[in-house]
């Protein structure tokens, strides 16, 4: 554990008179031993438990004193995204397993344990919602809904529901990400209410004391408060990306006030309820801030992931305290390796290539083009909104130059098939803020024979290492060959 006591200068405004002065329990992203951390807001450890595997969903400490949490299924696939996995397991106190559950799951994007003890659980990838009683006995399966088609009342069906509450009165409030809507449900599937005409792409809705819904608008870069007759009573966000670029979360303040996630901007901000900013935190960095969490004594809890760390953050903008364990799922490599793709790895992949699954919300495939002499050609195949990377890490150093491309190949592309090259700082950052910034090669649609592609690229200050993706959005087929990297 690394305590860290120095300015990062990331405060560049604060309202004394207006915002909030306000224990705290955080699981980082780091493989095994994964590890959950109960601290006070000086950073000081009260409580750690030692998971029983890699952390795949964020901690959340029950009533009782057990702590709930998703680990990698034991040899199961890697989950798509961070701080998910396919099982939920209970520890008590000493970290010993009273209670887990791990049937079927694929992508458990959340878990909460209700007021009657059993588990609620998102299976994002799934497309589905169930609870589960600690004898592990599916009480409720959205799969069972419209006699057994997943269908709600309105003839849709969930897809990729991401965080799920049960409110006071029993009913379930989801946020339906790829229906574009959040909705109030019952058990058995009908919707008691909805507000779908307005979102993208949505994230963590809140209930409010008031009987309001505070929802972020992740796509439509806002933040939105919701009232039952579904009017937008408070919002937060011009739709700009220079007001809020993809907002991941909002939690609203004892104060009234309202702490937004701006995930893109790589910035925390609190807001009045007159929409005045009142206190902003930003890192000189490029950073994807997910979630961002309020403490009693009025630091802030921020889970960065683009450097895979943990910081708490006080008003005035110093890093009171830091923790950081990660290790890198695969090496970096002096140069390009396996190119022409002469050796096979493991699991239907090229030998040093790896997918890259972090956008791909569950799909897609490495394929193979055998009748390519004389080596066959890898591909990848997609069917969802999202993106698909076979990748590669080469060092290289800030200034220098590289002539990148190769041969590329599509079939029925929906979105676009290209060759791109990200650059990351010593942390494991990408230095680009959306993957539309990233420096690529022409952007092929629909289907096209084999074109030759090739670009130049300047390696960008702070650059440590470039990823080297093929990379395919929507759906279709992409296929390469003859891919390189020259430094020039």
Not at 9 to 32: C, E, H, I, S
Not at 447 to 455: G, L, S
Request: with cysteine; proline share 6%.
């Amino acid at each position: 554990m690394t305590y860290a006591r120095r300015a990062l200068q990331g405060v560049t405004f604060y309202r004394p008179d207006l915002a909030w002065k306000g224990f705290t329990l955080f699981t980082p992203m780091a493989p095994n031993p994964s590890t959950t951390w109960l601290i006070d807001m000086q950073g000081l450890l009260l409580h750690r438990w030692k998971l029983h595997g890699w952390v795949r969903m964020h901690a959340v400490l029950l009533p009782n004193g057990n702590l709930l949490y998703g680990i990698l299924t034991p040899g199961g696939p890697l989950p798509d995204l961070p701080f998910t996995g396919g099982a939920l397991i209970e520890a008590d106190w000493d970290g010993n397993i009273v209670w887990h559950y791990n049937e079927g799951l694929r992508f458990a994007h959340s878990g909460r344990r209700l007021k009657n003890g059993n588990t609620l659980i998102t299976d994002t990838t799934n497309d589905r919602l169930i609870e589960v009683t600690p004898d592990k006995k599916i009480v409720m399966t959205s799969d069972e809904w419209g006699g057994g088609t997943g269908n709600l009342s309105d003839g849709s069906h969930l897809h990729y529901p991401n965080e799920a509450f049960e409110l006071e009165d029993g009913s379930i409030l989801l946020t339906d990400r790829n229906n574009d809507r959040c909705i109030e449900i019952d058990r058995k599937g009908h919707i008691l209410w909805a507000f779908e005409k307005e979102l993208e792409h949505p994230h963590n809705a809140n209930a409010l004391p008031n009987g309001n819904i505070l929802i972020a608008d992740s796509d439509g870069n806002r933040v939105l408060e919701i009232n039952r007759n579904k009017e937008i009573v408070w919002s937060y966000g011009d739709g700009t990306i220079e007001t809020l670029w993809w907002p991941r979360s909002g939690i609203r303040l004892e104060n009234g006030n309202t702490v937004v996630t701006d995930s893109k901007n790589h910035r925390i901000i609190e807001v009045s309820p007159d929409g005045k900013p009142v206190w902003t935190f930003q890192t000189g960095h490029v950073d994807r801030f997910y979630i961002t969490q309020a403490t009693q004594e009025g630091t802030f809890l921020i889970a960065c992931t683009a450097h895979h760390q943990v910081i708490e953050v006080d008003r005035i903008g110093n890093i009171v305290w830091l923790f950081r364990n990660y290790r890198r799922p695969a090496p970096i490599y002096a140069r390009l390796t396996n190119g022409f793709f002469k050796e096979m790895g493991g699991e239907g992949t090229p030998l040093h290539w790896v997918v890259g699954r972090r956008l791909s919300e569950g799909g897609g495939k490495v394929i193979w083009d055998t009748d390519q002499k004389p080596n066959p050609c890898p591909g990848l195949e997609f069917d969802r909104p999202g993106a698909l990377f076979l990748q590669q890490a080469i060092s290289v150093k800030p200034g220098t130059t590289y002539r990148i491309g190769g041969d590329i190949k599509t079939v029925d592309v929906k979105g676009a098939a290209c060759f791109m090259v990200d650059f990351f700082d010593s942390y494991g950052g990408s230095l680009y803020r959306d993957i539309t910034l990233i420096p690529a090669g022409e952007y092929l649609t629909g289907t096209n024979d084999w074109t030759h592609d090739i670009f130049e690229v300047r390696v960008p200050p702070l650059a440590t290492y470039a990823e080297f993706r093929v990379s395919i959005n929507n759906s279709g087929k992409v296929f390469v060959r003859n891919l390189m990297m020259n430094l020039i």
